[in-house]
């Protein structure tokens, strides 16, 4: 079985802290994802990496940085927290053939005070 | 430019009555699409997928879509809801690197 797997279930931070989310993949997958997702808006893509130290911006990547130092691993980091980026955090991953389906992890809820 | 919209955001049908969730999407031209379930507290499931071949898709948990063209539609259908199937249902339409999510429909199943 594909396994995606997130750092943390929930998270809760402070305002102007530093925040990584840790997403690891066991399928060899090149494409992986970071999205939030909020209610009535669905899923919007932060950011996409298609290989190791490659990242491409989604819709919304303002606030965000990512990092892939390792094919398996990718890091969604916000520099200094706001209170608007409380959010569900959903990483994927999808090998690098078009139409290929999307593995999600099981998300990190994080709450910014 | 690519685009999905689900026509309702909730949909409430007793247990054991057909569910229907609608999709339409546009495309400039033949992309992917997918329906993925999420259930309360749990990442995305993928129910289902179409990528060309086969126009009625079976999906898991008895639920299929069928893609029609000519409507440019993706609506998803099951025959006889259960309880368990309550939670919220999102279409995907994929064109190579450009995945679009719908805002998703929130299926409510009535005893």
């Known amino acids: 079985d594909v396994k995606v797997t997130q750092s943390s279930r929930y998270l809760v931070k402070r305002t102007g802290e530093k925040v990584f989310l840790e997403c690891v993949q066991d399928m060899d997958h090149e494409n992986m994802f970071w999205y939030r997702q909020d209610p009535g808006l669905g899923l919007r893509l932060i950011y996409f990496s298609y290989d190791v130290k490659m990242k491409e911006k989604g819709d919304i990547p303002e606030g965000y940085s990512v990092s892939r130092e390792k094919k398996e691993r990718f890091s969604l980091i916000l520099e200094s927290a706001s209170t608007n980026q409380t959010s569900m955090y959903l990483c994927a991953s999808s090998s690098q053939y078009r139409g290929e389906t999307q593995y999600f992890g099981p998300g990190t809820r994080l709450l910014v005070l | 430019a690519q685009s999905v919209t689900q026509l309702d955001s909730h949909v409430s049908v007793s247990e054991g009555t057909p569910v229907l969730l609608r999709c339409n999407y546009s495309?400039?031209?033949?992309?992917?699409l997918f329906w993925y379930v999420q259930h309360p507290n749990k990442g995305l499931q993928l129910l289902l997928k179409y990528t060309s071949a086969a126009t009625l898709v079976k999906g898991i948990n008895g639920f299929e879509a069928e893609f029609k063209k000519s409507e440019t539609s993706f609506h998803l259908t099951k025959p006889s809801a259960h309880m368990s199937d309550a939670a919220e249902y999102f279409c995907?339409?994929?064109?190579?690197?450009?995945?679009?999510f719908g805002k998703g429909t929130r299926l409510h199943i009535l005893p």
């Open positions: 995907v339409v994929r064109r190579d690197d450009k995945i679009i």
């Open positions: 495309s400039s031209y033949s992309p992917s």
